[in-house]
C-alpha cells in the first residue's frame, strides 16, 4: 500500500460514500462522515464534479454521484435499482409494440440508456444500454425535459446551444419549448428523426413516489413504421406502461394520468 496514492483513494471512498448515500450531500456531510476539515472535502467534491463523477445541485449546493458511474457499470453488466423495478413494464411494452423499447434518465443536458428490450422486427432502429443522446432531440429526453421544474429561461441557459443533429432537430429554443409544452398538455413526447435519420420515437417520463421525474419509457421506431395511426397506438400503449411504472415505484395508482399541465409547470413560465 506504500504506493497508493492518498489522495486518489480518499477521492475514490468519497465517490464510494457518495453513490452509497443515494440524495444529496453537503461539504459539511462529507467531512464528517470522513472526518476530514471542509476545505479537504470540498476540493474532493469539486474535483469529482470537474471530472464528471458527481453533480452539484444549484439550489440546495448538494452533491450527488453522476450517471456517469452507471454509464460505465451498464458496460460491465452493472444495472440500476430502478432499471430492476420497472423490466418487467418494459418486457411487456415489447411483447405489445414489437418495437425497440428503452429506459432512460437525464444525465445534465443528455440521457443516458438504463435498459433496453429489442425489436423482433427486421427493420430496427440501433441503441446500446449505457449510450448517450441529446435530451433535447429524442423523446425520452424531451419526456424528461418537460417533466422537469426548471423555468424557461432556466432551462434555455442550462440546454445552451441546440446543435443540429439531422435536418429536423429543433435547433430554436422557442420551437423546443412549444414542443415541450404539447409534451406536457399530451403525456408523452415525439422524435420525428431530430436524431438520427430514419429514426423516430415517443417517450413518457416515470416518477417516483415524491412526484420527481426518475426516467422515462421510450419506444424507437423505423420511420417507415411512424404513420399517425400507429404512433396512436403507440402512445396508448406508452402512457399505459407509465403509468404501471409510476405505481411501481410508489406514485399514485396505476389509474391515475400524469400531470405534466399541473400547477407544476406553472412555475416554469
Given at each position: 500500500?506504500?504506493?497508493?496514492?492518498?489522495?486518489?483513494?480518499?477521492?475514490?471512498?468519497?465517490?464510494?460514500?457518495?453513490?452509497?448515500?443515494?440524495?444529496?450531500?453537503?461539504?459539511?456531510?462529507?467531512?464528517?462522515?470522513?472526518?476530514?476539515?471542509?476545505?479537504?472535502?470540498?476540493?474532493?467534491?469539486?474535483?469529482?464534479?470537474?471530472?464528471?463523477?458527481?453533480?452539484?445541485?444549484?439550489?440546495?449546493?448538494?452533491?450527488?454521484?453522476?450517471?456517469?458511474?452507471?454509464e460505465?457499470?451498464?458496460?460491465?453488466?452493472?444495472?440500476?435499482?430502478?432499471?430492476?423495478?420497472?423490466?418487467?413494464?418494459?418486457?411487456?411494452?415489447?411483447?405489445?409494440?414489437?418495437e425497440?423499447?428503452?429506459?432512460?434518465?437525464?444525465?445534465?443536458?443528455?440521457?443516458?440508456?438504463?435498459?433496453?428490450?429489442?425489436?423482433?422486427?427486421?427493420?430496427?432502429a440501433?441503441?446500446?444500454?449505457?449510450?448517450?443522446?441529446?435530451?433535447?432531440?429524442?423523446?425520452?429526453?424531451?419526456?424528461?425535459?418537460?417533466?422537469?421544474?426548471?423555468?424557461?429561461?432556466?432551462?434555455?441557459?442550462?440546454?445552451g446551444?441546440?446543435?443540429?443533429?439531422?435536418?429536423?432537430?429543433?435547433?430554436d429554443?422557442?420551437?423546443?419549448?412549444?414542443?415541450?409544452?404539447?409534451?406536457?398538455?399530451?403525456?408523452?413526447?415525439?422524435?420525428?428523426?431530430?436524431?438520427?435519420?430514419?429514426?423516430?420515437?415517443?417517450?413518457?417520463?416515470?416518477?417516483?413516489?415524491?412526484?420527481?421525474?426518475?426516467?422515462?419509457?421510450?419506444?424507437?421506431?423505423?420511420?417507415?413504421?411512424?404513420?399517425?395511426?400507429?404512433?396512436?397506438?403507440?402512445a396508448?400503449?406508452?402512457?399505459?406502461?407509465?403509468?404501471?411504472?409510476?405505481?411501481?415505484?410508489?406514485?399514485?395508482?396505476?389509474?391515475?394520468?400524469?400531470?405534466?399541465?399541473?400547477?407544476?409547470?406553472?412555475?416554469?413560465?
Amino acid at each position: 500500500m506504500s504506493h497508493v496514492h492518498s489522495t486518489l483513494v480518499k477521492g475514490l471512498a468519497v465517490l464510494d460514500w457518495l453513490i452509497r448515500q443515494q440524495r444529496g450531500c453537503r461539504v459539511a456531510d462529507v467531512a464528517l462522515a470522513f472526518g476530514m476539515a471542509r476545505s479537504n472535502a470540498h476540493r474532493i467534491l469539486h474535483t469529482l464534479a470537474e471530472c464528471g463523477w458527481a453533480r452539484q445541485d444549484e439550489r440546495t449546493s448538494a452533491y450527488r454521484a453522476s450517471l456517469r458511474v452507471f454509464e460505465l457499470g451498464a458496460l460491465i453488466e452493472s444495472a440500476a435499482g430502478v432499471r430492476w423495478l420497472l423490466r418487467s413494464h418494459l418486457a411487456l411494452l415489447a411483447r405489445e409494440t414489437g418495437e425497440t423499447i428503452h429506459l432512460a434518465a437525464l444525465d445534465g443536458t443528455e440521457i443516458v440508456y438504463l435498459d433496453k428490450f429489442g425489436s423482433p422486427l427486421p427493420v430496427i432502429a440501433y441503441s446500446r444500454v449505457g449510450g448517450r443522446a441529446p435530451a433535447y432531440c429524442v423523446a425520452s429526453g424531451k419526456a424528461l425535459l418537460a417533466a422537469g421544474a426548471l423555468a424557461r429561461e432556466s432551462l434555455r441557459e442550462g440546454l445552451g446551444v441546440l446543435r443540429p443533429q439531422t435536418p429536423n432537430t429543433l435547433t430554436d429554443f422557442d420551437a423546443l419549448w412549444a414542443d415541450l409544452e404539447r409534451t406536457r398538455a399530451r403525456g408523452y413526447a415525439e422524435n420525428r428523426e431530430e436524431w438520427r435519420v430514419g429514426v423516430c420515437g415517443l417517450g413518457a417520463p416515470v416518477f417516483n413516489a415524491l412526484n420527481e421525474p426518475v426516467a422515462a419509457v421510450g419506444v424507437t421506431v423505423p420511420s417507415i413504421r411512424f404513420a399517425r395511426p400507429r404512433v396512436r397506438q403507440l402512445a396508448d400503449r406508452l402512457l399505459a406502461c407509465a403509468r404501471d411504472a409510476r405505481a411501481t415505484l410508489g406514485y399514485g395508482s396505476v389509474g391515475q394520468a400524469p400531470a405534466l399541465d399541473s400547477a407544476a409547470s406553472v412555475k416554469r413560465r
